[in-house]
């Protein structure tokens, strides 16, 4: 299971890091990704890290404001969310790749998901 946690309410500008924590099962090697859905929206891809941790993607919202890392040796992920802004609220979840050592997967149908998300809010 993954659990993601680290979200809250915050003011445009601030920052956030989130975490995800996975039990039961090892993270490596798959591409691990943060996605988002926020309330009448479609779940959408945020950031993802390959399973090697050499290559990331940004979605284009988000793109030079957070950083998606790895710790594969505590079995974790993180996504630390600079500048934030009201359009970023959103429950954030963590997901994992559905195929092992595969990089370049983006679509949320692509990864498996558990656990019920960290919210984050961001007021003007």
């Known amino acids: 299971q993954l659990q993601a946690f680290g979200g809250g309410l915050v003011q445009a500008g601030d920052s956030l890091r989130l975490s995800c924590a996975a039990s039961?099962?090892?993270?490596?090697?798959?591409?691990m990704g943060w996605f988002r859905q926020a309330p009448g929206k479609e779940r959408e891809i945020v950031a993802i890290?390959?399973?090697?941790?050499?290559?990331?993607y940004y979605a284009d919202s988000v793109k030079s404001r957070f950083t998606i890392s790895r710790d594969d040796a505590k079995n974790m992920v993180f996504l630390q969310m600079n500048s934030l802004k009201p359009e970023d609220t959103a429950v954030y979840y963590c997901a994992i790749d559905r195929q092992p050592c595969r990089t370049g997967a983006t679509r949320p149908y692509e990864y498996d998901y558990w656990g019920q998300g960290t919210q984050v809010t961001v007021s003007s």
């Open positions: 890290i390959s399973w090697t941790g050499d290559s990331t």
């Open positions: 039961g099962r090892a993270l490596s090697p798959y591409s």
